[in-house]
């Protein structure tokens, strides 16, 4: 065996044709996409709440309103008729 040989066959340099990446930078960059997924999924959960939120607050917004014009047009009445006379 000629030392050629010996160096070409040597096995530290020598990669396995399917892995490119050494385990550890494997597992590394697994635990990142497990991190990004699990902060994809707080970020949905933390929009879906405040969609919720801000949907109630709507309605809140929409019952002051009506709220808001009724007390008006009570006032408009009373102004229209002050003694609260409905008989004419």
Known sequence: MSLRSVIQ????????K?????????????????EAKESTKKLIEKLLVALINVSAKEDLVKQHAK?????????????????????E
């Open 18 to 34: 399917n892995d490119n990446q050494s385990p550890e930078v494997t597992s590394k960059a697994a635990t990142i996409d497990n």
């Open 67 to 87: 709220v808001a014009e009724e007390a008006v047009a009570g006032v408009a009445e009373q102004s229209a008729d002050p003694d609260g006379d409905t008989d």
């Open 9 to 16: 066959k040597d096995p530290l340099k020598e990669t396995p």
